[in-house]
């Protein structure tokens, strides 16, 4: 497939017609999308990403040999928009869930050496499902246990439509319910760090609340945990482009958009180096930074409040080892700086040995530190994990760091962060951060993107495809 580029290596014009047409900015999971969605609709769409590739946060990249994601991504089976999508691309099975929740979690602070947990569910009904996992797990004791109980009963009474949530932290509650410091740390923040992106005094009450409540508190299997065993960009480039072009969407990447504002006629416009599009509806899928910078006036009542979404990084360690040092798909980490292992050995063609991706969140402290002293601090650890590492050889070791990987789910978030509509004609927001009610992950992404589309086909006057994911599912 060619870029959609002219040999001029100017951008090749829209095909005219009387169809109505839309033009979506960002080629990350909220566009690719919004663009599907359109598409199958009968809209005429062009994507347009600054980007050589597809997939916005989560791609892929080659180091060598390697076949290198720039984070480990995870889904849930409660995210039922992600699974839309991999449906839609005709990715399913290459990222397939668990049968059922299954999380070794290692301890390695304690007197008498590493002590393995697992939190994992049965075949019961909600909350019978996970509480002989509960009532066993050796990382809290009997009365943390009993109490942990109890907070899950009141968070699951909790309204997540109650807009007060939102202006309360997740920690300060979990105090006044009687959750001890280190009921938070082997537990509350085991999940909602890696969801989040924010330790629970740091994250707001209603996204914690909609977590715990949608993925552990819904449905037994709601917490069944899916990952990719081929690397994202097979799924978030390759197929999404492969759906992209069998839906008949133009795909231009390489290309920034340097403006957006209304033509005479009323129709948008949309300048990009050297060309004006004109188009009947723009989803602008991109960062809330750059929304911002391209947002014509008026666009949003306050426009400034975009800027206030704060950003919180995610860093992660690779390490490949001359050997097989782990023997799970993956595990989580107490009492250390290691958070989540997962072996990636096979999905990035590694011949020989075992690659590591290690995924930290809530990286604030060490998201600006030398690759030579995360080296120091990760690899000690490791061999403390894992005692076979101890004998490996560490044949390459690098970090990959997303500054800006999510939207910051501080308290008061909530109310920055703005629904699908604008107030010029046309022109629709998506991405991670706008009012999905979710918190950044693909799910959210998706969410927007199918949200975009159906407020532009709305007042296109466009059908809604029948196959389109419905949002209103949303627990």
Same mark, same amino acid.
């Given at each position: 497939?060619?870029?959609?580029?002219?040999?001029?290596?100017?951008?090749?014009?829209?095909?005219?017609?009387?169809?109505?047409?839309?033009?979506?900015?960002?080629?990350?999971?909220?566009?690719?999308?919004?663009?599907?969605?359109?598409?199958?609709?009968?809209?005429?769409?062009?994507?347009?990403?600054?980007?050589?590739?597809?997939?916005?946060?989560?791609?892929?990249?080659?180091?060598?040999?390697?076949?290198?994601?720039?984070?480990?991504?995870?889904?849930?089976?409660?995210?039922?928009?992600?699974?839309?999508?991999?449906?839609?691309?005709?990715?399913?099975?290459?990222?397939?869930?668990?049968?059922?929740?299954?999380?070794?979690?290692?301890?390695?602070?304690?007197?008498?050496?590493?002590?393995?947990?697992?939190?994992?569910?049965?075949?019961?009904?909600?909350?019978?499902?996970?509480?002989?996992?509960?009532?066993?797990?050796?990382?809290?004791?009997?009365?943390?246990?009993?109490?942990?109980?109890?907070?899950?009963?009141?968070?699951?009474?909790?309204?997540?439509?109650?807009?007060?949530?939102?202006?309360?932290?997740?920690?300060?509650?979990?105090?006044?319910?009687?959750?001890?410091?280190?009921?938070?740390?082997?537990?509350?923040?085991?999940?909602?760090?890696?969801?989040?992106?924010?330790?629970?005094?740091?994250?707001?009450?209603?996204?914690?609340?909609?977590?715990?409540?949608?993925?552990?508190?819904?449905?037994?299997?709601?917490?069944?945990?899916?990952?990719?065993?081929?690397?994202?960009?097979?799924?978030?480039?390759?197929?999404?482009?492969?759906?992209?072009?069998?839906?008949?969407?133009?795909?231009?990447?390489?290309?920034? %958009?340097?403006?957006?504002?209304?033509?005479?006629?009323?129709?948008?416009? %949309?300048?990009?180096?050297?060309?004006?599009?004109?188009?009947?509806? %723009?989803?602008?899928?991109?960062?809330?930074?750059?929304?911002?910078?391209?947002?014509?006036?008026?666009?949003?009542?306050?426009?400034?409040?975009?800027?206030?979404?704060?950003?919180?990084?995610?860093?992660?360690?690779?390490?490949?080892?001359?050997?097989?040092?782990?023997?799970?798909?993956?595990?989580?980490?107490?009492?250390?700086?290691?958070?989540?292992?997962?072996?990636?050995?096979?999905?990035?063609?590694?011949?020989?040995?075992?690659?590591?991706?290690?995924?930290?969140?809530?990286?604030?402290?060490?998201?600006?530190?030398?690759?030579?002293?995360?080296?120091?601090?990760?690899?000690?650890?490791?061999?403390?994990?894992?005692?076979?590492?101890?004998?490996?050889? %560490?044949?390459?070791?690098?970090?990959?760091?997303?500054?800006?990987?999510?939207?910051?789910?501080?308290?008061?978030?909530?109310?920055?962060?703005?629904?699908?509509?604008?107030?010029?004609?046309?022109?629709?927001?998506?991405?991670?951060?706008?009012?999905?009610?979710?918190?950044?992950?693909?799910?959210?992404?998706?969410?927007?993107?199918?949200?975009?589309?159906?407020?532009?086909?709305?007042?296109?006057?466009?059908?809604?495809?029948?196959?389109?994911?419905?949002?209103?599912?949303?627990?």
């Amino acid at each position: 497939m060619t870029d959609g580029t002219r040999p001029d290596g100017s951008l090749a014009d829209i095909p005219p017609g009387a169809g109505r047409d839309a033009v979506v900015i960002g080629g990350g999971l909220a566009g690719i999308t919004a663009a599907l969605a359109l598409a199958d609709a009968g809209v005429r769409v062009t994507l347009i990403e600054g980007r050589p590739r597809l997939g916005g946060l989560a791609f892929s990249f080659q180091r060598g040999d390697l076949t290198v994601d720039n984070g480990q991504h995870v889904y849930l089976r409660c995210c039922t928009a992600y699974r839309w999508f991999l449906d839609r691309v005709e990715g399913t099975a290459l990222a397939p869930l668990q049968d059922r929740l299954d999380v070794p979690v290692v301890d390695l602070d304690k007197p008498e050496g590493r002590r393995l947990g697992r939190l994992r569910r049965d075949a019961l009904p909600v909350p019978l499902h996970l509480g002989r996992s509960l009532a066993t797990y050796p990382h809290l004791s009997l009365a943390e246990r009993a109490k942990v109980g109890r907070a899950a009963l009141a968070l699951k009474g909790l309204d997540l439509a109650d807009p007060t949530l939102d202006t309360q932290d997740f920690g300060s509650w979990l105090t006044a319910h009687g959750q001890s410091a280190r009921a938070v740390e082997a537990l509350w923040d085991l999940v909602g760090v890696a969801t989040l992106n924010a330790v629970a005094g740091d994250a707001s009450l209603g996204l914690a609340a909609m977590v715990f409540k949608t993925g552990l508190l819904s449905d037994p299997g709601a917490a069944d945990i899916g990952w990719a065993r081929v690397p994202l960009g097979e799924l978030h480039d390759r197929l999404a482009r492969k759906a992209l072009d069998t839906a008949g969407v133009r795909t231009e990447v390489r290309t920034r %958009v340097t403006s957006i504002s209304t033509d005479e006629n009323g129709r948008l416009r %949309v300048q990009v180096p050297g060309e004006t599009l004109h188009t009947d509806a %723009v989803v602008l899928a991109v960062a809330q930074r750059e929304a911002h910078d391209l947002l014509p006036g008026g666009a949003l009542d306050a426009p400034g409040q975009l800027l206030e979404i704060g950003t919180a990084p995610i860093l992660n360690v690779h390490v490949v080892y001359d050997r097989k040092v782990l023997s799970t798909p993956f595990l989580t980490v107490l009492g250390s700086p290691v958070q989540w292992v997962f072996d990636r050995t096979e999905a990035s063609g590694l011949k020989g040995g075992q690659y590591l991706a290690l995924s930290q969140s809530a990286a604030q402290d060490e998201i600006d530190e030398p690759v030579a002293a995360l080296r120091e601090r990760y690899l000690p650890e490791l061999e403390r994990l894992l005692p076979r590492a101890r004998a490996a050889r %560490v044949k390459d070791f690098f970090v990959t760091r997303e500054r800006t990987a999510t939207f910051a789910p501080t308290p008061g978030v909530g109310r920055l962060r703005p629904g699908a509509r604008t107030r010029t004609p046309g022109l629709y927001l998506a991405g991670a951060w706008t009012a999905t009610g979710w918190p950044a992950t693909m799910e959210s992404a998706v969410r927007s993107g199918v949200s975009a589309a159906e407020a532009a086909l709305s007042a296109l006057g466009r059908p809604r495809p029948s196959h389109l994911f419905d949002v209103e599912e949303a627990a």
